[in-house]
């Protein structure tokens, strides 16, 4: 089971407060992910070997990231649709 100390670190790195109950039922879940996870690590096939992602009727579904376009080549269409421009660059608000 993962420790109180490790969900109190997580919460730290995800910055939100929690209460000691929600440490208990996080720690809880978070263990059980953890176990089920294991349990994946350990599936085997009919044969008694682990499963492969072929043997597991998985594909790659993505498609291959090649550069299908030339550099700049929607540039100039961007910047003119854009609402405001300045010097060859949309210009936008300050955000911070």
């Known amino acids: 089971m993962i ?5 109190e670190k997580l919460a730290e ?3 939100i407060n929690i209460s000691n109950e ?11 992910i ?5 349990q994946i690590k350990l599936a085997t096939g009919e044969a008694g070997r682990a499963i492969s992602l072929e043997e597991g009727g998985f594909k ?7 550069n299908c ?3 700049g ?3 100039k269409d961007l910047i003119e649709s ?3 421009k300045e010097n060859g660059y949309i210009k936008v608000k300050k955000i911070l």
Do not use: C, M, Q, T
């Open 82 to 84: 854009a609402p405001e």
């Open 69 to 71: 376009h030339d550099s």
């Open 22 to 32: 929600e440490k208990e039922v996080f720690a809880g879940e978070i263990g059980s």
């Open 3 to 7: 420790e109180i100390k490790d969900i």
């Open 13 to 15: 790195l995800s910055r």
């Open 73 to 75: 080549e929607f540039s």
């Open 60 to 66: 790659n579904v993505f498609r291959k990231d090649d």
């Open 34 to 38: 953890l176990n089920y996870v294991d």
